[in-house]
């Protein structure tokens, strides 16, 4: 199966369609009549594609077990077609169009099995997915958004340590869409720390500071921030100590923090390679929206 520990949940839909055919007239005769001989084909298909899209991950390997919010289906009379609809709905870390189309399959299968007895010309076709949101399909286009990413540490900044958190920090927000423009290593110095701030968020749309956001006594980076920011965020700081804190118990110890000064977001995470990975994950790309909703943009 596909590892999606790093994902978050989402709201996630899909909506999926498929088209029985009958061979004639009767058929349909039979069915608005409720005259098929196995009963209402619609109630029946209902109850075997509710069952089938709550046990999609027992029969498809490499589907994963989540959470089915919502199911709705839907059938139709067209001419000599039934017009099936599924839709589906979860809040988890993974999608759901699968869940749908087992589930048209599943209904238009029913279906066929209820009406063979009476029309030998019933046919299956087209199950299909019609529509899907809520995960990576919903990415927004951020190009253009500059970024500097600067490492608090006494010991990268003086050689004696290698900078792997800003290299990582790098290739993950680069992924993103996002140009970062310096990646630079000072101590973890109060006034230094304030400094690279004032200067560096002229330049740039995004601030990352790595380090220095811990309980020890050489941790000053939240406190050096935080008297320049003018708009905190407290959600994005909750967001990544929530996220964290489901794979590392002491995640709740991390006082990073989070907001613009004036037109700079400015974010913090831990000094470790695993804090940085889980910090970026947890926040991007969804975080970028405030650059949207600053600029007059709806939610």
């Not at 993103?176 to 400094?195: A, C, K, Y």
């Amino acid at each position: 199966m596909v590892d999606i520990t790093s994902k978050i949940n989402t709201l996630r839909k899909a909506i999926a369609s498929a088209v029985v055919s009958v061979s004639k007239q009767e058929t349909i005769d039979a069915i608005e009549s409720n005259a098929v001989p196995k009963g209402n084909i619609f109630e029946f298909s209902r109850a075997a594609g509710l069952l089938a899209i709550k046990k999609t991950y027992e029969v498809i390997p490499d589907c994963h077990p989540l959470p089915i919010e919502f199911a709705k289906i839907h059938s139709s009379l067209s001419g000599l077609n039934i017009i099936i609809e599924v839709e589906v709905h979860t809040i988890y870390k993974t999608g759901v169009e699968v869940e749908a189309m087992h589930g048209a399959s599943v209904v238009a299968l029913t279906i066929y099995d209820m009406l063979k007895p009476i029309d030998k010309g019933v046919e299956i076709k087209n199950i299909k997915l019609v529509s899907k949101s809520g995960g990576k399909s919903d990415k927004e286009n951020y190009a253009g958004l500059k970024g500097c990413i600067i490492v608090c540490s006494d010991s990268v900044s003086s050689g004696k340590a290698k900078d792997t958190s800003g290299i990582l920090a790098k290739e993950m927000l680069t992924h993103h869409g996002l140009e970062i423009t310096e990646s630079i290593s000072i101590p973890d110095d109060f006034l230094m720390i304030q400094e690279m701030a004032k200067s560096k968020s002229k330049l740039n749309d995004l601030l990352v500071f790595i380090g220095g956001t811990g309980l020890s006594f050489k941790d000053l980076t939240p406190d050096a921030l935080k008297p320049l920011i003018d708009r905190e965020i407290p959600g994005i700081s909750e967001t990544a100590r929530a996220y964290g804190q489901e794979r590392m118990p002491k995640s709740m110890l991390s006082r990073g923090i989070a907001g613009f000064m004036d037109q700079c977001l400015v974010l913090t995470t831990p000094g470790s390679p695993n804090g940085v990975r889980d910090t970026i994950q947890a926040l991007f790309p969804h975080v970028l929206h405030v650059f949207k909703i600053k600029d007059g943009q709806k939610h």
